[in-house]
């Protein structure tokens, strides 16, 4: 294996991370390639990329990232150049198609578990399932701040629609 520090980066990543420091004026490689590796784990988590490891076996993508800078260092505009010019028609149609389709493919399915387990009628379960689905509100795509009460309803969002791999939290 090639050591840590002789390998390259990927290079439409660098290219990315050239524009967003030119766009900024500043000259930390470093911050801008954790900001892309994130958007870039960000779509592939959504995909439900997962990765085999010789240890664990099979696990979805994930990453974690604490991204800090002084105010004015240019984290809103790299952030907005990401989510509205690289991922904004992946976000566009994951929000408003994929996401839906899941949601309809799995509503159906949930309400027949819940009847099952009840013993009542799959018709009426699916019709509170689906208001239970509705009253959770929009699906955001990211967000910067929130309450544990609004992720843990995202969650349920998420898990209702069969879509819990794809989070995202900035």
Not at 7 to 16: A, C, G, V
């Amino acid at each position: 294996m090639t050591p840590f520090d002789e390998m390259s980066y990927h290079p439409t990543s660098e290219q990315l991370v050239s524009i967003l420091r030119d766009r900024t004026q500043r000259d930390d490689s470093l911050f801008f390639r954790l900001l892309v590796a994130y958007y870039f784990c960000l779509a592939a988590s959504q995909m439900r990329c997962s990765i085999d490891t010789p240890d664990r076996g099979v696990i979805p993508v994930n990453m974690y990232v604490l991204n800090l800078a002084p105010s004015g260092y240019g984290k809103t505009m790299a952030t907005n150049l990401m989510e509205e010019q690289v991922l904004y028609q992946f976000r566009h149609r994951f929000l408003d198609e994929t996401f839906s389709i899941l949601a309809e493919d799995n509503l159906p399915k949930l309400a027949n578990k819940r009847a099952i387990r009840k013993n009542s009628d799959p018709d009426e379960e699916l019709g509170r399932v689906t208001k239970e689905f509705e009253n959770l509100g929009s699906l955001l795509f990211s967000f910067d701040s929130g309450t544990s009460p609004a992720v843990k309803q995202m969650r349920h969002k998420l898990l209702m629609a069969n879509a819990d791999k794809a989070t995202s939290f900035l």
